[in-house]
């Protein structure tokens, strides 16, 4: 198994720059020459990363011929996931790689002309894939990069979460990054393996929040309510509530915990928390009564002014489960919080 991987993922907004972590993993654009064609919303893009020895997996169940070749197939899929998964967190664009099936298309192609495409007499079934034949994926090392792009730009955290977060929403504009992010990794790459198994579970649902809520937004509400618990419920791992003296159950609600995690990690300020409780308000809601969101199908009978409202309040949530998890990984490192509750 070599050291250093070439691959390619895809974007829905353009990268334009590079962005490096330390002598971890690497992103740049893939070059306009291999897009022959230009008419596209998948943007694809290299990731270089390295396999350390930690990151290694030995499959416990193989066949012993193929042991080798399963344990790299592995190891390099998890390490890459979970590459896309970080980015995914700290930017509010979206990373991605192809899952490896087709689909029925139309056979349509930019260079055809009218005529042709009138022409077509079905359907075929096609596989998600980008290939070129000019492109090399074989490495030994990170290519340098430097010399034909620029460092991504970088912006002030909050400016960055806070204001107009784009959430590929907007796909003229290009790729940026919060100035948190090299931060943010070095505590990741820092975490214990116990800390890394719940971080990583807890990232892995902050991603399916954004991939989810646009089409099922309900379900992606519930997994950014599921991440921001996963890191809520690792910090009080050590708590032991005083438990009532009739029942024996403990007297700490959840509710109130949900709300001083909340309030220790996202913010205190005037307004907090009583949003914080309407939002734990609105996650019993759907856990417990099936309630879904009236912008989720394809027609309701909203105004523009309670469409807006609820889908500020998506954002609001997604961005909850960003920001849990981020500041989780931040602030300890910054001795400005414990990792767990005393």
């Known amino acids: 198994?070599?050291?250093?991987?070439?691959?390619?993922?895809?974007?829905?907004?353009?990268?334009?720059?590079?962005?490096?972590?330390?002598?971890?993993?690497?992103?740049?654009?893939?070059?306009?020459?291999?897009?022959?064609?230009?008419?596209?919303?998948?943007?694809?893009?290299?990731?270089?990363?390295?396999?350390?020895?930690?990151?290694?997996?030995?499959?416990?169940?193989?066949?012993?011929?193929?042991?080798?070749?399963?344990?790299?197939?592995?190891?390099?899929?998890?390490?890459?996931?979970?590459?896309?998964?970080?980015?995914?967190?700290?930017?509010?664009?979206?990373?991605?790689?192809?899952?490896?099936?087709?689909?029925?298309?139309?056979?349509?192609?930019?260079?055809?002309?009218?005529?042709?495409?009138?022409?077509?007499?079905?359907?075929?079934?096609?596989?998600?894939?980008?290939?070129?034949?000019?492109?090399?994926?074989?490495?030994?090392?990170?290519?340098?990069?430097?010399?034909q792009y620029k460092p991504i730009k970088v912006i002030e955290y909050s400016e960055y979460y806070q204001n107009e977060p784009n959430y590929d929403y907007d796909q003229t504009k290009e790729i940026t990054l919060p100035n948190n992010i090299i931060m943010g990794l070095r505590a990741y790459f820092n975490l214990s393996t116990e800390e890394k198994r719940v971080i990583d579970s807890a990232i892995k649902y902050s991603c399916l929040s954004m991939e989810l809520m646009e089409d099922k937004t309900t379900l992606g509400i519930l997994s950014a309510f599921t991440s921001i618990e996963t890191v809520m419920n690792f910090y009080y791992k050590n708590y032991k509530p005083e438990l009532c003296k009739e029942c024996g159950q403990p007297r700490y609600k959840i509710s109130k915990r949900y709300l001083d995690f909340l309030l220790d990690f996202i913010g205190n300020g005037d307004g907090f928390k009583k949003k914080f409780n309407n939002l734990y308000s609105l996650r019993s809601k759907i856990v417990h009564t099936g309630f879904s969101f009236s912008t989720e199908p394809f027609w309701n009978e909203l105004t523009e002014k309670e469409h807006d409202a609820e889908f500020v309040t998506i954002l609001e949530i997604v961005m909850l489960s960003k920001l849990s998890v981020i500041n989780y990984l931040i602030l300890p490192s910054l001795s400005k919080k414990n990792k767990h509750h005393t």
Not at 114 to 124: F, T, Y
């Open 1 to 147: 198994m070599k050291d250093i991987y070439k691959t390619i993922i895809f974007t829905k907004t353009p990268l334009k720059s590079y962005f490096k972590y330390e002598n971890e993993f690497q992103i740049y654009p893939v070059e306009d020459k291999y897009l022959e064609t230009k008419k596209h919303r998948h943007y694809p893009i290299f990731l270089e990363f390295k396999l350390n020895e930690e990151d290694k997996i030995k499959p416990q169940f193989s066949i012993k011929e193929f042991e080798e070749q399963i344990s790299e197939t592995a190891t390099i899929q998890t390490k890459q996931d979970k590459i896309i998964n970080l980015l995914n967190l700290f930017s509010t664009f979206t990373f991605f790689k192809y899952k490896i099936e087709g689909n029925w298309v139309l056979p349509i192609t930019t260079k055809m002309s009218k005529e042709e495409i009138s022409e077509i007499d079905g359907s075929e079934f096609l596989y998600n894939h980008f290939l070129h034949k000019g492109i090399n994926l074989d490495i030994i090392e990170f290519t340098e990069v430097s010399n």
